[in-house]
């Protein structure tokens, strides 16, 4: 008893500030209910923050899920606009058998897990192989234009020869127009191309935009490759010297869509033999 009245004496202002501060707040909250309401709001207002932050952690880590989904999304529209496209643009010119033939276009997504756009033998390696139904010599294009060719496949992987490759020689024409030439790639950048076999007496403007023209099969008729930002013609030549701004930016794709045509094999036997 004696210790505890010497405690009491010690620390006595100390012990009735406490007692003074608790009874302060229980009259605050039981009696004041602006106080109240202010701190529950407070109180929620810090809840909801906590909860948008784990939503937010929640849903970053399902990008790539939601991407794949988005792909294959992307895939299925392209293909029904394709169908759209050639059923008003040839319906009352062709046959119904050559309509029923062009929508024959087929588009898987697929992501990109390896890449190389820094040397002369530049390549793609796709996530989709043999067992999805990838073949060699399919069309690859992402959602801003043409991508390139599957050259090699496995069970699991394609391998895909892009438009900035020396070796690859893309058929294409300019919308404006519909002249024909060839894309080819001389390096270094990742972001042109030439356009040659364009005559002098053609003519072109920078802006002008470069499209598939169908003919080859490995791709749809009219898919964007890029537009003309430098038109030269030297004196005497013969044909332009034309720079193309590609369309895909090879640096930052991750996912494309593999063309599909199944009748690609009876288009390429009707081709004359050399």
Known sequence: M???????????NFLLFLVMEVAAFLWLFSEQKLQQSTFLASSNSAIASYNLLLTNADEYFHLREENGALAAENARLRERLHRLESVVEDSVERDSSYVYSHLQWDYMPARV???ATNS??????LNKGSRDGVREGEGVLSHDGVVGVVSAVNRHFAQVIPV?????RLSCRIHRNGQMGFLEWTGPSSRYA??????RHIVVE????IETNGLTGLFPEGVTIGVIDKVE???????????????TDFKSLRYVQIVHNPLTAEQDSMRVKK
């Open 164 to 168: 900035i490759h020396p070796k690859m």
């Open 233 to 247: 013609l030297p004196e005497g030549d013969t044909y332009y010297n034309l720079r193309v701004a590609l369309a």
């Open 2 to 12: 004696h210790n505890l009245l010497r405690l009491i004496q010690k620390y006595g």
């Open 194 to 199: 030439n356009l040659t076999d364009i005559g």
């Open 206 to 209: 920078e802006g002008d935009t």
């Open 113 to 115: 897990v390896d890449v």
């Open 120 to 125: 002369g033998h530049n390549y793609l390696v």
